[in-house]
């Protein structure tokens, strides 16, 4: 474990995605074992209620869910941002325990300056107009994950570089790169129209950090990405935001979680309760 945690006044995650077989749980353990974070916004499909099943739930997948809330018995305030993943948890908006807050949206006054913070998947055509193609997506994108797993595993062995293949479809779809373009342009004009410094969304996995500006003024638009593919955070420090990528991070990669640090607390039975329902909600919310 580091010698010492390096110090973050904000963190943005999303799109973790636990419950599912591409989430990258023990490298988010570490990354959040080397940090000491002092507010932590966790923006949107944190828990996969889509895919969740009592029958995958590693115990790497639990202890995420520990460390957050091991923030609040620190007193770490930590902001749940429901997404599309995890939207169950929107009856609970307005829940407040201690240092849990789950929300819709939230906006932040970071050193005079606000900023706007929600999921993204309003902006989703298909998501409000044909939910059931966005699940079918959903499981489709899955399915290229463990591939590029397995793909993965064997250029290890053969002293190969790691590959994205979703990264790569992405980048050369010309269709999904003017997706990209087009949500970064209507969450930015919206800020501007709203009057907020920045804009912070999760929902499509590309982690960004831009100025986006039309006739009416400029906000800075930012994606915290995800923790499938980029393994990747927004942290603001010290006045300013920076895009994390735990590839990038010797430190984070060299840390050792104490997994016997981990107690039982009552924010950890209400995460238990809340996944419990997500379960026999499964049915319900995949038809």
Not at 206 to 235: C, F, Q, R, V
Request: net charge neutral.
């Amino acid at each position: 474990m580091p010698k010492s945690k390096r110090e973050v006044d904000v963190l943005v995650l999303s799109d973790i995605h636990l419950g599912t077989m591409g989430c990258r749980a023990e490298e988010l353990l570490k990354y959040l074992s080397s940090i000491q974070p002092k507010k932590v916004i966790l923006n949107g499909d944190i828990v996969d209620i889509w895919q969740f099943s009592k029958r995958f739930w590693p115990k790497s997948h639990m202890r995420i869910i520990k460390h957050f809330t091991s923030f609040l018995s620190k007193g770490i305030p930590v902001y749940y941002v429901t997404g599309n993943h995890d939207e169950l948890l929107r009856k609970f908006e307005g829940f407040t325990l201690g240092g849990l807050s789950i929300v819709n949206k939230i906006v932040l006054n970071l050193d005079g300056k606000k900023a706007w913070i929600f999921h993204g998947d309003v902006f989703d055509v298909t998501m409000q107009y044909a939910k059931w193609l966005t699940k079918l997506g959903s499981i489709g994108y899955d399915l290229l994950i463990l591939i590029n797993s397995a793909v993965n595993f064997f250029a290890k062995m053969l002293g190969k570089e790691k590959v994205s293949l979703s990264k790569k479809i992405k980048n050369s779809v010309k269709s999904a790169v003017k997706y990209i373009n087009n949500f970064e342009e209507i969450a930015g004009d919206i800020a501007i129209t709203k009057g907020y410094d920045y804009v912070v969304c999760g929902h499509i996995h590309h982690p960004e950090m831009k100025e986006i500006s039309n006739k009416e003024g400029a906000t800075m638009y930012l994606n915290s990405g995800d923790w499938i593919e980029s393994l990747s955070a927004l942290e603001y420090h010290q006045g300013k935001w920076s895009i994390y990528e735990y590839n990038e991070d010797e430190n984070a990669r060299d840390a050792v979680p104490d997994l016997d640090s981990y107690k039982l607390d009552d924010y950890d039975k209400i995460f238990k309760e809340m996944l419990t329902e997500f379960t026999s909600n499964n049915k319900l919310i995949a038809s």
